[in-house]
């Protein structure tokens, strides 16, 4: 399901976010539910929530009928804390 979930999201999902410099990958995928997190400029985006429901899930749940739900993932990957923590250390 992951395979088939990625290939819309490159084919439909992510020409439209181009255009404002974003795209978006699938990070999970459990329980009929897709969790997506949004790159680029879509990452920081205030409106990204309403991306998610008005975009991507639109799109998501319309090509693919075994997806119940699409979330929007706000989870930090552990490099960028580990980042986060030197800075703030003040390490090099």
């Known amino acids: 399901m992951e395979s088939i979930i990625t290939k819309v999201l490159k084919e439909k999902v992510d020409p439209l976010l181009a255009s404002h410099f974003g795209g978006a990958v699938l990070t ?15 990452s920081t985006c205030p409106s990204a929530q309403y991306t998610i429901e ?4 639109e799109i998501i749940m319309g090509e693919i009928p075994e997806v119940k739900d699409v979330v929007l993932d706000t989870s930090v990957s552990e490099d960028m804390l580990e980042m986060a923590r030197k800075l703030l250390k003040k390490e090099k």
């Open 28 to 42: 999970a995928f459990e329980n009929g539910i897709a969790y997506i997190k949004l790159t680029g400029e879509c």
């Open 54 to 57: 008005d975009v991507v899930k």
